[in-house]
């Protein structure tokens, strides 16, 4: 029979099934096909906190979104073309989301009474046939009986079996969006060399969801997304923690100095520990504290010792860092403090994202602590956006913190990669001879402020350092009034010194001076540039800057602020950006807040800025 | 190991090359005098040169100690001396690592961190001052004062069960256990030595008198008119004999500890508990050596000592051991095939 060609210049899919239903290896199969061919994309897998919820239920829901086109793509996306939904729960979790006249994919076996009841519909009610999906282009498989029928004589057990229902599912997708299923193969080639009765039943499977497509009568519409005009280069896809990891082992490579991260397991942030470790021939040694201050104590231990100093956590982890945040700070150690946000306070919503810990990393530590702060906006961008801490670590003889999140961290894009001949050196050197005549001063300032490093190991040069208030030069231990409040000021000063070391604010779009000015920081970027964008599009005058260095700002950011009427400041929180803005610059700066542990969509920001320009 | 010894040619080190130009804040008669002098009295013996010595402190009042050795020192935070040595030591194993700590610092704040060095024996030497009291916040109870105990914080007296540390440490798979005491410089000297020697984390608890808010807590173990009778110093290979006149020993009777009298007839040092610090078990009944003369209780002398010594391999050494494997199996690192990953497309 024949089939029509329709071409399309963006899709977003969801799929969601129950946690163990594989989805994330569906979804990811899928993304690294669509990267491979070409497409721009972005992805946000959105996990249930609980390893292994109750099958069939909501909250064992997990999902992972996919936008890919032929056209730039910026974010994950707002309402989906297709869900695929492995079960009942995963249609009820998710059908909100889907845009009406979208694509319901629905695995008929995950609508049974026990299901339905699972996913709490009425005794009776089945959404697949009471009309709750009239509004949508329904295609029902029955995934699990296909999936059995196709491998009625692999000699696997049933249980066996159903894991490669995803498979089907893949297969016939891939079919749907014309796709070659190459990379998949060579994929569970690789996974399952060692089980080939598991190989061939997954490659079974996947060429039978395949064939049912273009077998099967039912369906006649095959979708085309060609490739995106992306600048020429050559790309990799990749996700928010894998670039964190590599970026710093691109620091430690540059600056010449081993790397140890010490750190200790937590959602969002484990995925960095897993990264590195993988990587010891690059001279790092990763270790698994303790306890979250183990983790960065050992890290200035480190650091004490010569070394690329880093600690990586979330939220709760940062708030147990912080007393020892303010120990780097007074020792004036290099060190790099990496925070992957999640949904808070307290335990909060571990595997949801959000952007509240700004305040925790601006004025979360006791005393006067300014530490620099940097944050990423997307997931490549957490590549070059944490060998920027480095450098300023390393350079200026402080601790960084890198803020991250959850949606950057395991959200993916692809990614222009850089040579390494390519990236910015870091200058670091270890002071060998003293400072001062026949005497060394461990807090003898150059020019940037800050002070040397000196090692232990380095003959003549033995100095004790402490968390206490410290003379100034000597680093003696001074609780004279006038040393203890110019030392606060020094410290300040070196830091608000960096500003004058990191680029001016840069516009992402938009001109200089005008209505409206959008200011986002961290993984919000996607979703602004995308409704600046579409503003744009409907005859909006709208500019865009993504604030990158947070502490200190870049130096012209109050010029740009004064250059506006309205000031925009879309965030993940209920308003931290914004009120620094409105402190330092008094500007009358406007928030758009969402604290739902769920990134912006386009449609949000710019429902905003039509509110605020159409007055 | 290199870097950890002196060059021949170099002048010998003396202990007054240790002293630092800072004023010594203790109060007056505080046994952490006693401690740094011994301190500084043996490490010019070691043959480690000044720049490889670091010493490490967490807070309190034996934690000011890194700003009177001239030595790399840190003064870091309260509890933290152990995670950060730890740091420091699994990247530069080179340098002879030492964590001044007290009672409050490693067993109550830093408890964990104390706990988790000593099952990595990483190769550092941690000196616990044990004066039972926090001295620097004027005179708490600690988590080794005995129950019962008054003080600022417990009017009424402590009832808070006290820690054993010998006991905890052996929990905790510390690799050299050893006790000793400021007023004894000579068996001080020893421990510090031993400390030094061994291979792994050496745990060294330091009986310290606090003259000002726990004066005289050790003062059994340390005064002339009761010291025989109530500390006994174990030594590897010599059977257990202390007393006024060595005229009393500990047997084993089974897994019972007997204290014998070796005055009376029959009775012989051949047949005493010969103390062998390797043995695990042995050690850790005389970790239970620990009472404080409670009637119905029979009383044991307090051991002094390496109680318990084991060969391990440290946790640098085995790190370090990682990356070289790792760099002769796959290569030293290639940062461009590293950041290309395994898929890649090109766009022209």
Redesign the interface.
């Known amino acids: 029979m024949d089939t029509t060609n329709q071409v399309l210049d963006q899709v977003i899919i969801k799929f969601a099934g129950d946690s163990g239903d594989g989805m994330q290896l569906t979804g990811t199969q899928f993304t ?1 096909t669509a ?4 497409n721009d994309l972005s992805t946000f897998p959105d996990f249930p906190a609980e390893i292994r919820a109750p099958l069939g239920t909501i909250p064992g829901v997990s999902g992972y979104q996919l936008h890919f086109g032929s056209v730039n793509i910026f974010s994950p996306g707002d309402a989906c073309d297709v869900l695929v939904a492995m079960n009942a729960a995963a249609l009820k979790a998710n059908l909100r989301h889907v845009r009406k006249g979208g694509t319901v994919i629905a695995n008929s076996d995950g609508f049974d009474p026990k299901n339905l009841r699972l996913a709490n519909y009425p005794d009776g009610a089945n959404p697949l046939h009471d009309g709750t999906l009239d509004s949508f282009t329904v295609i029902t498989l029955d995934v699990t009986k296909m999936t059995r029928a196709a491998l009625t004589e692999s000699g696997l057990g049933i249980k066996e079996i159903d894991r490669a229902k995803n498979m089907f599912v893949l297969g016939f997708l891939y079919w749907m969006y014309n796709r070659e299923m190459e ?1 998949t193969l060579k994929f569970l080639q690789e996974k399952f060399s060692k089980k080939p009765d598991i190989l061939d039943a997954n490659l079974k499977v996947l060429r039978a969801g395949y064939n049912f497509g273009d077998t099967s009568e039912t369906f006649t519409t095959r979708y085309t997304v060609n ?1 995106a005009p ?9 996700m928010g923690n894998q670039a964190t990891a ?1 970026g710093l ?2 620091a430690s ?1 540059k600056c010449g100095l ?1 790397m ?1 991260f ?1 750190t200790y397991p937590i959602t969002p942030a484990s995925d960095i520990l897993h990264e590195l470790a993988k ?7 990763t ?1 698994q ?3 979250e ?2 983790a960065i ?6 650091s ?4 690329l ?1 880093v600690t990586a956590s979330s939220g709760p982890g940062i708030a147990l860092k912080a ?2 945040m303010g ?1 780097a700070l007074m ?1 004036e150690l290099p060190l790099v403090i990496i925070n992957v946000q999640r949904g808070g306070p307290s335990t909060g919503l571990p595997t949801k994202t959000e952007q509240s810990d700004l305040f925790q990393a601006l004025y979360g530590r006791n005393g006067e602590a300014p530490i620099p702060v940097i944050a990423s906006k997307s997931p490549a961008d957490c590549f070059e956006t944490v060998y920027e801490a480095c450098r300023i670590a390393l350079e200026f003889m402080t601790p960084v913190i890198f803020l991250s999140d959850g949606f950057l961290a395991n959200g993916s894009e692809p990614w222009r ?4 001949d390519q990236l910015k050196p870091i200058v670091t050197e270890f002071t060998k001879e003293k400072n001062d005549g026949d005497k060394f001063l461990p807090y003898k300032r150059d020019a940037k402020l800050s002070r040397p490093w000196a090692i ?13 208030e410290k003379q100034h030069e000597t680093g ?2 001074s609780y004279d009034p006038e040393n203890h409040e110019f030392m606060v000021k020094m410290r300040a000063a070196k830091v608000q010194k960096i500003a004058d070391h990191i680029p001016l604010q840069a516009f992402d779009s938009g001109a200089e001076k005008g209505k409206l000015l959008i200011v986002g920081w961290g993984s919000t970027y996607g979703a602004i540039k995308g409704a600046a964008n579409d503003a744009r599009i409907k005859g909006y005058e709208v500019s865009h800057i993504q604030i990158r260095h947070l502490l200190p700002f870049p130096k012209n950011l109050g010029e740009i602020l004064y250059n506006f009427d309205q000031i925009l400041v879309p965030e993940m929180n209920t308003g931290q950006l914004v009120s620094l803005l409105r402190d330092q610059f008094m500007v009358p700066a406007i928030g758009l807040n969402k604290i739902k542990g769920m990134p912006f969509s386009t449609f949000e920001i710019l429902d905003k800025i039509e509110e605020l320009l159409k007055k | 190991m290199e870097l950890n010894t002196q060059s021949p040619e170099a002048p010998k080190m003396l202990s007054k090359d240790l002293v630092t130009d800072q004023e010594v804040r203790w109060c007056p008669g505080c046994g952490d005098y006693s401690i740094l002098k011994q301190v500084q009295t043996v490490i010019p013996e070691l043959g480690i040169a000044r720049e490889n010595i670091v010493f490490i402190s967490g807070i309190g009042c034996s934690s000011r100690f890194p700003y009177y050795m001239e030595t790399y020192g840190m003064h870091s935070i309260h509890g933290r001396a152990t995670a950060v040595a730890s740091g420091l030591k699994a990247i530069r194993p080179e340098l002879s690592v030492w964590i001044v700590t007290g009672d409050g610092d490693a067993m109550s704040i830093g408890g964990n961190h104390f706990i988790h060095l000593l099952r990595r024996n990483f190769n550092v030497n941690i000196l616990l001052f044990n004066n039972e009291i926090y001295g620097l916040t004027k005179g708490q109870y600690s988590p080794t004062s005995e129950e019962g105990k008054v003080t600022k914080s417990t009017p009424m007296g402590s009832i808070d069960h006290p820690f054993n540390p010998f006991a905890l440490a052996m929990g905790a798979e510390g690799t050299f256990i050893a006790r000793s005491m400021d007023r004894d410089p000579v068996h001080l000297k020893e421990m510090l030595r031993r400390s030094n020697a061994h291979n792994g984390t050496s745990f060294l608890e330091i009986y310290q008198n606090c003259n000002v808010f726990n004066d005289g807590a050790f003062e059994i173990f340390t005064e002339k008119s009761s010291k025989k009778e109530e500390a006994m110093f174990v030594e590897h290979g010599k059977p257990l004999i202390y007393g006024q006149n060595q005229d009393k020993g500990i047997k084993l009777e089974g897994f019972k500890p007997v204290i014998v009298d070796l005055t009376a007839n029959g009775n012989s040092a051949n047949d005493l508990w010969i103390h062998d610090e390797t043995d695990r078990a042995k050690a850790g009944i005389l970790s239970r050596f620990f009472d404080r003369h409670e009637a119905g209780i029979e009383h044991f002398p307090r051991p002094f000592g390496a109680f318990y010594v084991e060969q391990r391999p440290c946790y640098e050494e085995m790190l370090n051991a990682q990356v070289e494997e790792a760099i002769s199996k796959k290569g030293a690192g290639d940062l461009d095939k590293l950041l290309q990953g395994r898929e890649i497309w090109e766009i022209h």
């Not at chain 1, 990267?35 to 070409?38: K, M, P, R, S, V």
């Not at chain 1, 104590?297 to 480190?302: H, K, M, P, Q």
């Open positions: 690294n990267a491979l061919f070409g990379f490739p992306m600048p020429p280069g050559i790309y990799r896809n990749i590599l082992i691109a490579q081993d140890f010490g990587y010891k021939n690059f001279g790092i040694r270790y504290a303790e306890d201050i183990a104590c050992s890290v200035i231990g480190a004490f010792g010569g070394k100093a007393e020892a120990l020792l990669f850089p040579k390494a232990p190991g380095t003959k003549g040069l033995e100095h004790r350092i402490g968390g206490l003696n231990i």
